[in-house]
C-alpha cells in the first residue's frame, strides 16, 4: 500500500475532503492533476475520525489503482486497435478495402467500451476498493 500525506480540508460524515502535499508517485506525471501550488485536492475515507486541520497519512493499494488505470485507459485503446485491425482483415478478405470503414468501426468499439468502464467505475465506488483512506493521525494543528 502507498501512503501519502495530507491535510484535511473539510469532513462530512465518515468522507473527508483532504489537500495532498506533492505525491511522490505523481513526481514525473504530466496528467495535470496537482494544483499550481503543488497540491492535489481529493475525497478520502475517514474510518479514524480526524479533524478539520489534521496532518494524516493516506493510503491507496497501488495494485488496484493500476488495474483501475488498465481498465480506464488501456481497454477502449485495445477496442479501438481491434477494431481496426479485425475491420481491415475481414474487408481485405473480401476484396473491398476501406480505410475509413476501419476507422470508424475502431471509434464505434473505443466508445462501446466506455460503457462496461462506466460500469466498472461504478462498482469500484460502490465497493471502495480502489478509493483513499485515511490511516493514521500524523499531528493535529
Same mark, same amino acid.
Given at each position: 500500500? $502507498?501512503?501519502?500525506?495530507?491535510?484535511?480540508?473539510?469532513?462530512?460524515?465518515?468522507?473527508?475532503?483532504?489537500?495532498?502535499?506533492?505525491?511522490?508517485? @505523481?513526481?514525473? @506525471?504530466?496528467? %495535470? @492533476?496537482?494544483?499550481?501550488?503543488?497540491?492535489?485536492?481529493?475525497?478520502?475515507?475517514?474510518?479514524?475520525?480526524?479533524?478539520?486541520?489534521? +496532518?494524516?497519512?493516506?493510503?491507496?493499494?497501488?495494485?488496484?489503482?493500476? +488495474?483501475?488505470? !488498465?481498465?480506464?485507459? %488501456?481497454?477502449?485503446?485495445?477496442?479501438? !486497435?481491434? %477494431?481496426?485491425?479485425? +475491420?481491415?482483415?475481414?474487408? $481485405?478478405?473480401? %476484396?473491398?478495402?476501406?480505410?475509413?470503414?476501419?476507422?470508424?468501426?475502431?471509434?464505434?468499439? !473505443?466508445?462501446?467500451? !466506455?460503457?462496461?468502464?462506466?460500469?466498472? $467505475?461504478?462498482?469500484?465506488?460502490?465497493?471502495?476498493? @480502489?478509493?483513499?483512506?485515511?490511516?493514521?493521525?500524523?499531528? $493535529?494543528?
Amino acid at each position: 500500500m $502507498d501512503t501519502e500525506e495530507g491535510i484535511i480540508l473539510e469532513t462530512y460524515g465518515r468522507i473527508a475532503t483532504i489537500q495532498i502535499k506533492s505525491a511522490g508517485a @505523481c513526481s514525473r @506525471c504530466k496528467a %495535470g @492533476c496537482m494544483e499550481r501550488d503543488g497540491f492535489m485536492v481529493a475525497e478520502a475515507e475517514n474510518p479514524i475520525g480526524a479533524k478539520v486541520g489534521d +496532518t494524516v497519512s493516506l493510503g491507496l493499494d497501488s495494485k488496484k489503482a493500476l +488495474t483501475a488505470s !488498465f481498465v480506464v485507459f %488501456g481497454l477502449p485503446l485495445l477496442a479501438l !486497435f481491434i %477494431g481496426v485491425i479485425a +475491420t481491415n482483415f475481414v474487408t $481485405d478478405r473480401i %476484396g473491398y478495402q476501406n480505410q475509413a470503414l476501419s476507422i470508424i468501426v475502431g471509434l464505434i468499439a !473505443f466508445s462501446l467500451m !466506455f460503457i462496461p468502464v462506466k460500469a466498472y $467505475d461504478k462498482h469500484l465506488k460502490k465497493s471502495g476498493a @480502489c478509493s483513499i483512506t485515511i490511516v493514521e493521525i500524523m499531528k $493535529d494543528s
